[in-house]
Nanobody, 121 residues
Framework: QVQLVESGGGLVQPGDTLRLSCAAS????????MGWYRQAPGKQRELVAT???????NYADSVKGRFTISRDNAKNTVYLQMNSLKPEDTAVYYC???????????????WGRGTLVTVSS
């Protein structure tokens, strides 16, 4: 089985910076897309940023210009650099990855447990 583990969340003030990390582990042959989603209290989970394996990253309009997604394929890790954080960014951030296990042709959609980001003064 494959696991995704997020880290880097915490309590920060508006304008501060956080860097989230998500490492995939387990039986992995390859990883296609990786991305970040978030869910604020009382709201539905929404896309934050995605990083296709062979394409340009995509961002939600609310984070464009502030957040940057990147990945280290050798480490099966995706990052989310979050600058100029706002109270509206407060949410549990979930890592997502499309993972192919050995000898299996299709990609599995795998989710992490989430890491809490709180932006408050």
């Amino acid at each position: 089985q494959v696991q995704l583990v997020e880290s880097g969340g915490g309590l920060v003030q508006p304008g501060d910076t956080l860097r989230l990390s998500c490492a995939a582990s387990g039986s992995i042959f390859s990883i296609n897309a990786m991305g970040w989603y978030r869910q604020a209290p009382g709201k539905q989970r929404e896309l934050v940023a995605t990083s296709p394996s062979g394409g340009s990253p995509n961002y939600a309009d609310s984070v464009k210009g502030r957040f940057t997604i990147s990945r280290d394929n050798a480490k099966n890790t995706v990052y989310l650099q979050m600058n100029s954080l706002k109270p509206e960014d407060t949410a549990v951030y979930y890592c997502n990855a499309q993972v192919r296990e050995p000898w299996v042709s299709k990609y599995l959609d795998v989710w992490g447990r989430g890491t809490l980001v709180t932006v408050s003064s």
